[in-house]
């Protein structure tokens, strides 16, 4: 099995979802456009849970242990959301203009800059940012920490990249199975990719 391979792939809910974290159980998918975040079964992609969050566009999110993140273009913020009700538990202003991605790395929140090719580390409570990451790439769409390294999706390039957590230097790349990569999640084996090109979710390999 190589990097990249699709081990699983099915249709997402709709268009255009920017962001996806998983919880343990389930796949969240949060669409940008018009703003909807869903708990989806991994196996099928069914729809268990579906609300709307606090602003559309949102961009990227990621899940905490016990809530879930998301970013929103429209407004500039991060917010912590309920995982039931979608109701706001925190919010706090995004470091830079056009956040793209979120990650969790167990203690604070990884922001993407889309743009600037650099990401910030946060701290959760109030977004002070703690430490700035340059990164290979201004494009990438989605984070995700794997407990050791992020990995981000590069649209322009149509690749998935492995990034040191501290140096921001590439560790490895593979290419997308479709263009137009956004929204990736980590599930403790796997990496969970979404495609513009053809509006499907993939569980991808990673070695």
Known sequence: MAAGDVLRSWSDPGASAAGRAWDGRCLWWVRGDDGVAAQLDPLTGAVRRS????????????????????????????????????????????????????????????????GIARIYQCNPLTGAVLRTITVPRSDYSGLAWDGQAIYAASTAANQVHRIHALTGALLASFASPAAGPRGCAWDGRTIWLGCDATNLTYQLAVN
């Open 51 to 114: 609300w709307a969050p606090p602003a559309a566009n949102s961009q990227g999110a990621c899940w905490d242990g016990r809530c879930l993140w998301t970013v929103a273009a429209s407004t500039g913020m991060v917010y912590q959301l309920d995982p039931l009700t979608g109701a706001v538990r925190r919010s706090w202003a995004a470091p830079s203009s056009l956040p793209t991605g979120l990650a969790w790395d167990g203690r604070t929140v990884l922001v993407f800059a889309y």
